[in-house]
């Protein structure tokens, strides 16, 4: 908790200005590997989220050795031999929405970021597809997309070709409350 305050307030510092910041009550972000002899999945519950509806800026980072595996082997071999979990300890998002985003209206609004999507020490431009749901003071954010592992410099060793697929399907979903500040 207390890296999660850090990491807020050293992000949210500039985001403070003129309209509320929200940040992440909880989070899920799996993801899904089809390939041929067998599918990897995983999941993520402790992604740092910071929305700022009035501006639509969006930042996420998640912990790469947080994923969780069915077979801890997998997990291992995903953090050392593929995502180089120490040298590459995050997963980053840093955004802004593509349309303005109604906060005075409660239900589902379909939506587009551009940002900078930051993997494996590899940051590129990418817009996503997504939805907003304001409920009262909270917001869902939630997103599908794929990944392809090889424009992220993510190296596959070829006896394992056959394991890992070449596109990688990411779920993300957020549920967002109100940041209050601590005293």
Known sequence: MKKFLAFAALICGPLLSKSQLYTAKS?????????????IEATNKSAVVVFK???GDVQIRITIMNFNFKNA??????NENYMESDKFPYAEFKGKLNEPLDQNKDG????????????????????????????GKEYTLATKFKVKV??????????????IAEEVEVAFTSTLEPYEKKN
Not at 27 to 39: D, G, I
Not at 116 to 135: F, P, S, Y
Request: avoid cysteine; charge should be neutral; hydrophobic fraction near 30%.
């Open 53 to 55: 509806p009035g501006s």
């Open 108 to 135: 589902e609004t379909k939506v587009s970021v551009t940002g900078k999507h930051t993997i494996h020490g590899v940051q590129k431009d990418v817009t996503l597809n997504g939805t907003i749901v304001k409920t």
């Open 150 to 163: 090889t424009e992220y410099n993510i190296k596959v060793p070829s006896m394992y070709v056959k394991n």
């Open 73 to 78: 082997l997998m997990g291992e071999h995903f």
């Open 27 to 39: 989070t899920t972000t799996q993801f899904f590997s089809e390939a041929p002899l067998e599918n």
